[in-house]
């Protein structure tokens, strides 16, 4: 039963789309995760007047073994669709990604000019402990995780797929070098109590990232899943404010 290693099971983790006004968002889950993460996010951003979009990437929701039989450009492929169909009915789309969701969001916004802007929460540029993956994909399945049990309503794996795992390092250095063709605005979240994600990410941002406008915020509470934590209002509000700031400016980025 896949439920042996899915942290609750009882959650909603499917794609979602709600259907809103001419400015959507386009809404990327982690490694290992749901889109359950990213549904607090797109209620409000929905309540807001904004079409959401949040696909359920290629591997999650279903079994470990899925997740190591996907390919980094498998979910570059799904989010470039999603954000196709939303830019069809929309004037102008921003993408929006937790940890592993924030790579592709650096990797599509290199790819794609016309998207409007980012916002990135813990985005997986500077993991820990993960390069280990490598050899371990020869000898284990799965690496258990530590600590998985508590209170927030994260739906997804309780293991660590390897060949998954490698696979999110390479999307890793594809979103490193994408970060010099990264031109659109960007808010980004870390905190300094994520255990899996280090804080060289945020200088890595500020040093390569093209964008002139970049606005980089460090949490002091918040765990690795930042949209759930406990500065969660603090963080939605914070995205609401500057996404408003800027379709009130309507404002164009760089070319």
Same mark, same amino acid.
């Not at 498998?74 to 929309?90: N, R």
């Not at 490598?134 to 994260?154: C, E, F, H, I, S």
């Given at each position: 039963m896949?439920?042996?290693?899915?942290?609750?099971?009882?959650? @909603?983790?499917s794609?979602f789309?709600?259907?809103?006004?001419?400015?959507?968002?386009?809404?990327l889950?982690?490694f290992?995760?749901?889109t359950?993460?990213?549904?607090?996010l797109?209620?409000?951003l929905h +309540?807001?007047?904004?079409?959401?979009?949040?696909?359920l990437?290629?591997?999650h929701?279903?079994?470990p073994? @899925?997740?190591?039989k996907v390919?980094w450009?498998?979910?570059?492929q799904?989010?470039?669709?999603?954000?196709e169909?939303?830019?069809?009915?929309c @004037?102008?789309v921003?993408?929006a990604?937790q940890?592993m969701?924030?790579l592709?969001?650096?990797?599509?916004a290199?790819?794609?000019?016309? #998207?409007?802007?980012? $916002? $990135?929460?813990a985005p997986?540029l500077a993991?820990?402990n993960?390069?280990a993956?490598?050899?371990l994909?020869?000898?284990?399945?799965?690496? +258990?995780k530590?600590n998985?049990?508590d @209170?927030m309503p994260w %739906?997804?794996?309780n293991v660590?797929?390897?060949?998954g795992?490698? *696979?999110l390092?390479?999307l890793?250095n +594809? +979103? %490193?070098k994408?970060?010099g063709?990264?031109t659109?605005p960007?808010l980004?979240?870390?905190? &300094? %109590?994520?255990?899996t994600i280090?804080?060289?990410?945020?200088e890595l941002?500020? *040093?390569?990232?093209?964008? %002139?406008?970049? &606005?980089?915020? #460090?949490?002091k509470?918040?765990?690795?899943?930042?949209l $759930?934590?406990?500065e969660?209002?603090?963080? #939605?509000e914070?995205s609401?404010?500057?996404?408003?700031r800027?379709?009130?400016?309507g404002s164009?980025?760089?070319s």
């Amino acid at each position: 039963m896949a439920d042996n290693y899915m942290e609750h099971p009882e959650l @909603d983790g499917s794609s979602f789309y709600y259907q809103g006004g001419k400015t959507g968002f386009l809404l990327l889950h982690g490694f290992t995760a749901t889109t359950a993460e990213v549904r607090p996010l797109g209620e409000r951003l929905h +309540a807001a007047g904004h079409t959401v979009s949040a696909p359920l990437l290629p591997g999650h929701g279903t079994h470990p073994d @899925d997740l190591n039989k996907v390919r980094w450009q498998d979910w570059v492929q799904t989010a470039e669709s999603e954000y196709e169909k939303l830019s069809s009915q929309c @004037d102008e789309v921003w993408v929006a990604g937790q940890s592993m969701g924030g790579l592709l969001c650096l990797v599509l916004a290199a790819k794609t000019p016309k #998207i409007t802007g980012l $916002l $990135l929460y813990a985005p997986a540029l500077a993991m820990r402990n993960m390069r280990a993956a490598y050899g371990l994909q020869y000898v284990m399945k799965y690496l +258990a995780k530590k600590n998985t049990r508590d @209170d927030m309503p994260w %739906k997804g794996y309780n293991v660590y797929p390897l060949k998954g795992v490698v *696979e999110l390092l390479r999307l890793q250095n +594809a +979103a %490193k070098k994408a970060l010099g063709s990264v031109t659109q605005p960007t808010l980004a979240f870390f905190s &300094e %109590k994520d255990a899996t994600i280090g804080l060289a990410g945020s200088e890595l941002l500020r *040093e390569k990232l093209a964008s %002139k406008e970049l &606005e980089l915020v #460090i949490l002091k509470e918040s765990p690795h899943v930042i949209l $759930l934590g406990c500065e969660q209002e603090k963080v #939605i509000e914070h995205s609401l404010q500057f996404v408003t700031r800027k379709v009130n400016e309507g404002s164009v980025h760089g070319s």
